[in-house]
């Protein structure tokens, strides 16, 4: 099991990183599954009011699995620096403390999870003929917040360990289990929009469990009582490396709301091209994340070899690299996405060609401008593996600020097409704070290793 962790401080970087990604990659194809398949099958068997009903759920979801990936990313942070840093006594102690750390928040995210979920659909002004699909789907989905978090604090464990190999055939395998129980619960036993949900989240039990059937074999992962224990120094640097990725994770979300505010002001047509549109964005960002984590992963491991030089080499050639892959899943959509998206929807011929033709509208721009988001991404996780995740929480508010602008004002003035602005804007100006920020923290960290060395020097002639 050791030798599906990888140590990132030796090795060519460019082959370290994108063969980290590349498991992340097919991962994230298999997760896109879960959204997918939900979609493809809820669309086509219970027409349009339910897509769109699925589409009212996208953000609402997303504040809890965000804020969940968050905290779990900034706590994997400090244990890929252990692991760099081969500290083991702090590394399981960092593990044990994420634990708990991470167990009472699924518990106080699922409470308010099931207390605020009307208020919320309300809130986003879902049509009222949508909130029985919408409604019905999270409460569902939301009982699964537990699972949820402990499959991503599993995840990013093994992540910053090096193992991108576990958690995607843990997704591979939870994947292939969604997608069989979407046909047999929404198909074949007419379950309705609830068992879309109810499969999503038996496959989400699955890729917990198996996680968790290997984690258990990993020596360095095995836990004794002392490192169960909450120390207040190690809860504080989780939380303030933590705190800020979940909040920026939030603020995505809450412009996220305001544009589906917007969206919602529209015909149920456009909603449903709409939410169409969006479950292809997720295929768009099939990479983004996969470059992230393995940059995450990457930084935080050097940084804690104090090997400043490899960090420098790294984000050049992942920043290459994911330019490189943007423009080619770009091409590959422009080609396919009219085909693809004619899978999502049902109805009429003319209510079809009006969905799609507001989906392949949507696609187009981010397909176009895709290269921004990943930059984005690479810039962003390097941050955060050098442990600085405030100025990342800046970036997301440079995100609400132009997305919520932009739907808000755009829309006014050029109708459905300020809409579908609003995301690319969101990442220009994320890329803004996200580049300067990038520099300002590379000279600040190589300052700082360069006293300590010049300490270590002094100390040890």
Not at 96 to 115: E, K, T
Not at 194 to 200: D, N, R, Y
Not at 224 to 243: D, I, N
Not at 364 to 374: A, D, E, G, K, N
Request: net charge positive; with cysteine; proline share 3%.
């Amino acid at each position: 099991m050791t030798a599906r962790l990888k140590d990132m401080t030796t090795g060519r970087p460019v082959s370290l990183i994108v063969t980290f990604a590349l498991p992340l990659m097919i991962g994230n194809v298999f997760q896109q599954l879960y959204s997918v398949a939900d979609s493809m099958v809820v669309g086509k068997s219970l027409g349009v009011s339910a897509l769109a009903g699925l589409g009212a759920s996208t953000w609402p979801n997303f504040i809890i699995l965000g804020i969940l990936q968050g905290l779990t990313q900034g706590f994997s942070i400090l244990i890929a620096q252990a692991f760099g840093a081969r500290d083991e006594r702090r590394l399981k102690t960092a593990v044990g403390n994420s634990v708990i750390l991470s167990s009472v928040s699924a518990l106080i995210l699922l409470l308010l999870g099931q207390l605020l979920l009307l208020p919320i659909l309300h809130l986003l002004r879902t049509p009222e003929e949508v909130i029985p699909y919408a409604l019905l789907y999270l409460r569902i989905c939301f009982i699964g917040i537990p699972v949820i978090a402990a499959y991503n604090l599993q995840a990013s464990i093994l992540r910053a360990l090096g193992d991108g190999q576990t958690p995607l055939r843990a997704m591979i395998t939870a994947s292939v289990i969604n997608v069989i129980l979407d046909l047999l619960f929404v198909i074949v036993l007419d379950f309705g929009i609830a068992g879309a949900a109810a499969a999503t989240l038996i496959a989400q039990f699955c890729s917990c469990l198996y996680c968790f059937y290997y984690i258990r074999k990993i020596d360095l992962l095995f836990l004794q009582k002392e490192h169960l224990h909450l120390q207040k120094q190690l809860v504080s640097s989780m939380l303030s490396t933590s705190a800020p990725m979940a909040l920026q994770n939030l603020l995505i979300a809450a412009g996220g709301m305001i544009v589906q505010s917007v969206v919602n002001r529209f015909s149920l047509l456009f909603i449903a091209g709409f939410t169409a549109g969006s479950k292809l964005h997720g295929v768009l960002e099939i990479a983004t994340s996969s470059f992230g984590f393995a940059m995450t992963t990457y930084v935080g491991q050097n940084l804690g070899a104090k090997k400043m030089d490899r960090i420098h080499r790294g984000v050049r050639s992942a920043l290459l690299a994911a330019v490189l892959t943007s423009l080619v899943i770009s091409t590959v959509m422009l080609l396919s996405g009219r085909w693809i998206l004619s899978g999502f929807v049902s109805g009429t011929e003319q209510e079809m060609a009006q969905t799609i033709d507001v989906a392949y509208r949507y696609l187009t721009i981010m397909c176009v401008c895709l290269p921004i988001l990943y930059a984005l991404y690479v810039f962003r996780s390097s941050l955060q593996g050098m442990g600085n995740t405030f100025l990342p929480m800046v970036s997301g508010i440079a995100e609400l600020i132009m997305r919520t602008s932009a739907a808000l004002i755009l829309s006014r003035y050029i109708g459905e097409t300020g809409v579908f602005l609003a995301e690319v804007l969101a990442w220009a100006g994320a890329d803004v704070v996200l580049i300067s920020s990038y520099l300002f923290t590379v000279r600040k960290v190589s300052a700082m290793l360069g006293q300590s060395t010049n300490r270590q020097k002094t100390v040890h002639p």
